[in-house]
């Protein structure tokens, strides 16, 4: 495995590469980024795993300087999973001119995680944006588990770069139901039990809330009283019917952010 910070010595490396797959991370491997990169080494000629902890995504700086790392652990599993090159991005290149802020994205950026994240999604897909100018990749990986992030940069990629295609890969979860998650590190084991009761509520109540038989009210003072601190939004959104051009199947999903402590965990199914 080749370990590459230098984005000029990496675009000069994968300039002929015909069938590269990319799959970014901001690092801490767990088994959801190493499903990632299985498929992505089924389906492709080669692989490029990037971790880089984006420090212009996060709302509060206090976010950003906990946000768990452990590059030693992360290096010793890509090489054992046999990835090609690990991009280890040099912050004053990536952003010699700073941050795009008028960089365009779909209208969606504004509900759900963007209505208490202002900046975020446009963050995210900035420096998606800047790894596709250094590494032209033909397809890149990401989970269903961030799946507005999902959405808006298939939506992103699609307008600017038709030839590459965004894959989007199924959550993988903890036995409890927990959705794996960097963060999930940062949780005791007592609020892992609570994000696992929140999953089973939720996932139990899924039809009801779809049918409007129970009240999101309600399953909010449920969820509330098992020990979530904070709850951002629990909503139930027609993924078909989110971006044009819309799909006549229906397709409906829960989505949900809150907090354990100051943990933000999301998730949707």
């Known amino acids: 495995m080749k370990i590459i910070s230098d984005k000029n010595k990496l675009t000069k490396i994968v300039y002929n590469e015909t069938n590269l797959g990319f799959v970014p ?4 491997i767990h088994n959801g980024h190493i499903s990632l990169i299985k498929r992505c080494k089924n389906e ?3 692989i490029i795993v990037s971790i880089y902890i984006n420090k212009p995504q996060f709302n509060r700086k206090s976010d950003f300087k906990k946000y ?3 590059l030693r652990s992360d290096i010793s599993k890509l090489k054992k999973l046999k990835v090609d090159i690990l991009y280890l991005p040099i912050t004053r290149q990536i952003y010699s001119n700073g941050p795009d802020k008028k960089i365009k994205i779909n209208s969606f950026e504004k509900k759900l995680c963007g209505q208490n994240r202002p900046g975020h999604f446009k963050a995210v897909v ?3 944006n800047r790894f596709i100018k250094i590494i032209y ?3 890149i990986y990401l989970g269903n588990k961030d799946m507005q992030q999902l959405i808006l940069i298939k939506d992103f990629v699609k307008e600017n770069y038709p030839k590459i295609k965004i894959i989007g890969c ?3 979860r903890e036995k409890n139901g927990v959705a794996l998650s ?3 590190y940062l949780l005791s084991l007592k609020e892992k039990k609570v994000a696992s009761m929140v999953y089973n509520i939720l996932k139990n109540k899924k039809n009801m809330l779809i049918k409007n038989k129970i009240s999101f009210d309600k399953i909010k003072k449920i969820i509330t009283k098992i020990g979530v601190n904070k709850i ?4 139930v959104l027609d993924i078909n019917k989110i971006i044009k051009p819309y799909k006549k199947e229906k397709r409906f999903k829960i989505f949900i952010a809150y907090n354990l402590r100051s943990t933000r965990l999301i998730d949707n199914f």
């Not at 991370?25 to 801490?28: L, N, Q, R, S």
């Not at 951002?232 to 909503?235: L, M, Q, T, W």
Request: aromatic share 4%.
């Open 126 to 128: 900035d420096i998606i």
């Open 232 to 235: 951002d939004y629990i909503k």
């Open 137 to 139: 990749p033909k397809k």
């Open 25 to 28: 991370t901001m690092g801490t």
């Open 44 to 46: 492709c000629k080669k």
């Open 170 to 172: 199924k959550t993988i």
């Open 68 to 70: 768990p790392r452990n």
């Open 182 to 184: 960097s963060r999930n």
